[in-house]
């Protein structure tokens, strides 16, 4: 019997930690594109981007942020390039889509719903900053990540002729419903890839019964035409990963998630969080999809159809 493959995700570096919390947070061009190939070697079939200005590490939704290291991904690792459309929160719509429009990857992520967004709780912990801009940002409390039916549809649209799937972000049981409008409405189309998402302030919790409550959503909402897939924030990072493992699911790491790699232990770069991942799987009888069985999977266009 062939053992069932399952997908990893890595987040290289984000938006929500600043350059101050961890030597480890990738910012300029060429540590980006290092760590989405680090990742990739170490088994991520996938590797989830979002560029920093690299002087100071503050988010750049620019597509020419972008450009350096997707063509230094393309050139030295075959992963599959999800980039994202999330951006920051404090970032318009039309700012958010325009690295996915422009670059046509195989996969862009997009955010389901809005929501509360707090980062202030990172407070607590990190106190030093190299930039007065990231105390600035985790210490706003007023931040609402918009994501309205409208925002949705912008993104939906404008990316529609690029063949790009998109893995659908959800962080909370409503925004799989918004989710399902796409679907009934034959805007979207399966294989659905659905990312939930965990231990976020502002969206549903870490708690096993928060996970179990979204895949059972999942499934009476879209049956056997979705793949699912689990990010944890923080600390809930690889407790969530082996959850989705052992229920039939696939998993996000990296370094936008979450810096840690054990309790109180700073992950040194993205591929040690992919090996943990992957030591994970494997100790449960299942296999790493490479990057090729995670595009027959998830039914994506192929790397020679990208516009970078």
């Not at 560029?51 to 972008?66: C, I, L, M, S, Y």
């Not at 959800?170 to 409405?185: A, E, M, P």
Request: contains cysteine.
């Amino acid at each position: 019997m062939a053992k069932r493959k399952v997908i990893i995700t890595c987040a290289v570096t984000g938006a929500i930690h600043t350059p101050s919390m961890s030597p480890a947070l990738p910012v300029t061009a060429e540590q980006i594109a290092d760590a989405a190939i680090g990742a990739a070697e170490a088994g991520a079939a996938i590797v989830h981007l979002h560029a920093r200005n690299p002087v100071d590490g503050r988010p750049d939704q620019t597509p020419e942020g972008f450009s350096p290291f997707l063509q230094v991904i393309k050139q030295r690792s075959d992963c599959v390039v999800n980039i994202t459309t999330g951006g920051a929160p404090t970032m318009t719509i039309e700012e958010r889509v325009r690295p996915a429009a422009t670059h046509k990857p195989e996969v862009a992520s997009l955010n389901m719903g809005s929501m509360n967004f707090g980062l202030f709780g990172m407070l607590n912990r990190f106190k030093d900053f190299k930039h007065q801009w990231e105390k600035d940002y985790l210490s706003d409390k007023g931040i609402i990540f918009r994501n309205s039916f409208a925002d949705i549809e912008y993104i939906l649209t404008t990316c529609a002729e690029n063949g790009t799937r998109f893995e659908f972000e959800c962080y909370d049981t409503s925004h799989l419903y918004n989710l399902k409008y796409f679907y009934d409405q034959g805007i979207v189309k399966g294989p659905l890839f659905v990312q939930t998402v965990f231990g976020l302030q502002g969206g549903i919790g870490a708690h096993p019964e928060d996970v179990l409550h979204m895949k059972r959503t999942a499934d009476r909402l879209f049956g056997d035409n979705y793949r699912w897939s689990v990010l944890g924030a923080g600390r809930n990072q690889l407790p969530i990963a082996a959850m989705s493992a052992a229920m039939g699911g696939n998993i996000r790491v990296g370094l936008e998630d979450s810096l840690w790699a054990g309790p109180g232990k700073f992950a040194e770069s993205n591929a040690q969080q992919v090996t943990l991942a992957r030591q994970i799987i494997e100790g449960l009888g299942l296999e790493v999809a490479t990057p090729d069985e995670a595009r027959e999977i998830l039914e994506l266009k192929g790397a020679d159809k990208v516009g970078f």
